[in-house]
């Protein structure tokens, strides 16, 4: 429902119904203006879809958005008017795909506020991806209930999770029982208001589940109106392959009657950049079959891990950093080691794509190939200097220090542009600890990708951090700015909304968020954090008769 300028305002509007009706319309006296908390004036108003702005006005009674539209102030005396003239005013941003447990799980009341989202923008959060999320989910909303926490939160039930606690790390597959024993629990988590099954099958011990077995247990979130949302099995050359495990993605959600959607979609590494169109393409014919197909987007070129992670071969470190260390000792061992290190710095772009992150090191802000020269040596063996720890006394104390932290530049641009344009990929930000996408993911999308290349338009970036998101994720009551939906209101300075962490300064807060409304609240107040924690947890209700 929208307001078109000019309408009148008789019908009733939720807390102004009463007084609304008293007053009368065409000529309502001053006493009979409508109570309400707060008016936002005169910003451009984005209204979550992709209709254009306008100059209008913003009113919040309680948790709810009143009024849209102009000329607020002859309908309601506000306890509160602020003016936005000048600034963006658009729904909450919705972060679909998050790692904010060190903060939102933190004992620590201020560190719950979740700060690095607030400053984003971000007033809901997807929680529980890549396969990780508790299939508990009444008890974690009413540990939120209870702690307090500064965004909403909406969860998702992991398949990691579910199959940890039926098989543990193991590889086997389940027996019949097992089986229906990892269902029930997920039965149990989306009649609990999960909004969907959250998949990492590129992580271990996900990837020993077959797709048999991925199809049976989603098909329990189907059945109850969730979806499908995974890190999928090999977002580069590993095994399967890119497009190999975009179509098991798909088959998945063919097979198991439920909508898909990929956790930051990309082309990771040298073998496969330049498929995004690829992909794409597997997409697109699953939709015109009729499949529900989605994604969401991280704006960065690198992902971030370790150094060891990256390069060292499985078989070297099975047995931990003692046996590491005895592999290298051997001349044998440490060439074969050498070669296969060799083909995984490849497959990341070489060592100038491989940047070193871990603050307080020789090599901090440098590239590995930068090091390299430094040390005259190769570039695989100056990994190996770094992964045993370089000038430090033992290599433990390094990677305890982060020594070992990376950002891998291991996607390309114009596969980047190109998914980022699709109409169906919307923002994430897998905000982790230690990368800057954790606090500057959306910032960072508006101000390059809008800003400064103008790969997709201010309007299509908030539709597809707001509206869209609500409606591919399954928020029913926000991502939009309209009357009687739940006031998340993000208002921010286009001139100065802007990222601030890079990677080397991962956990610097984004600017220029002037005021942000969770349920209706103030959560930031002219570019200050109130300390109001108004989040809570979502629930998503599954459709009648399909719980008990
Ligand atoms: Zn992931």
Redesign the pocket.
């Known amino acids: 429902m929208s307001t078109a300028p000019g309408r009148t305002l008789c019908r009733p509007l939720l807390l102004g119904a009463l007084l609304a009706v008293l007053g009368g319309c065409a000529h309502q006296p001053s006493s009979s203006l409508a109570a309400a908390d707060l008016l936002l004036t005169g910003g451009s108003v984005y209204d979550g879809s992709l209709a254009p702005p306008r100059i209008a006005d913003v009113v919040i009674s309680g948790e709810r958005i009143v009024y849209v539209g102009e000329a607020a102030r002859s309908h309601y005396r506000a306890e509160r008017v602020i003016d936005v003239g000048g600034a963006i005013v658009a729904p909450g941003f919705i972060d679909p795909?998050t790692h904010p447990e060190s903060f939102i799980r933190s004992d620590d009341a201020q560190a719950r506020l979740n700060a690095p989202w607030l400053h984003q923008g971000v007033t809901t959060l997807f929680v529980g991806?890549?396969g990780s999320g508790t299939p508990e989910v009444e008890a974690l909303r009413q540990w939120f209930q209870q702690q307090g926490v500064g965004t909403n939160l909406a969860a998702l039930v992991g398949f990691g999770a579910v199959r940890e606690q039926v098989l543990g790390d193991a590889a086997a597959a389940p027996s019949p029982a097992q089986l229906q024993q990892m269902q029930s629990l997920v039965a149990k988590a989306m009649c609990e208001g999960a909004f969907g099954l959250s998949a990492?099958l590129?992580?271990a011990p996900q990837s020993f589940a077959s797709t048999d077995e991925v199809v049976a247990v989603a098909r329990e979130a189907a059945i109850r109106g969730g979806l499908y949302d995974t890190?999928q099995r090999d977002e580069s050359s590993y095994g399967l392959g890119l497009l190999g495990s975009t179509r098991e993605v798909l088959e998945i959600g063919r097979r198991a009657a439920i909508p898909v959607h990929f956790?930051?979609i990309k082309a990771l590494g040298m073998d496969v950049h330049g498929q995004a169109g690829e992909v794409i393409a597997l997409i697109e014919q699953a939709q015109a079959r009729g499949q529900r197909v989605s994604a969401d987007q991280y704006p960065w070129l690198a992902s971030g891990t370790r150094i060891g992670a990256a390069l060292l071969p499985r078989w070297a470190v099975d047995g931990g950093r003692p046996a590491l260390l005895a592999h290298l000792d051997d001349a044998a061992s440490r060439q074969r080691i050498r070669d296969e290190m060799s083909l995984n710095l490849q497959r990341r772009g070489g060592a100038g794509a491989i940047l070193m992150i871990g603050r307080g090191f020789e090599w901090t802000g440098k590239t590995l190939a930068e090091m390299a020269v430094a040390w005259n040596v190769d570039d695989v063996e100056a990994a190996l200097r770094i992964i045993a720890g370089g000038g430090l006394r033992t290599g433990a104390e390094a990677t305890a220090r982060g020594g070992e932290r990376i950002a891998s530049f291991n996607m390309r641009q114009d596969d980047v542009n190109l998914f980022m344009q699709q109409p169906w990929v919307i923002t994430g930000s897998?905000g982790s600890n230690g990368h800057p996408r954790q606090y500057a993911s959306f910032p960072k999308k508006y101000a390059d990708y809008v800003v400064r290349d103008r790969v997709i338009t201010l309007g299509e970036f908030i539709h597809r951090s707001t509206g869209l998101s609500a409606d591919l994720m399954g928020l029913r009551d926000r991502g939009y700015l309209r009357e009687g939906l739940q006031a998340d209101v993000v208002v921010f300075d286009p001139q100065r909304y802007a990222p601030r962490a890079d990677y080397l300064d991962p956990a610097q807060l984004s600017v220029g968020v002037d005021y942000l409304l969770v349920n209706g609240q103030l959560a930031i107040d002219a570019g200050q954090m109130t300390g109001v924690a108004a989040g809570r947890m979502l629930r998503h209700q599954p459709p009648a008769g399909t719980c008990p």
């Open positions: 795909h991806s890549d990492g590129f992580y890190h956790s930051h897998d």
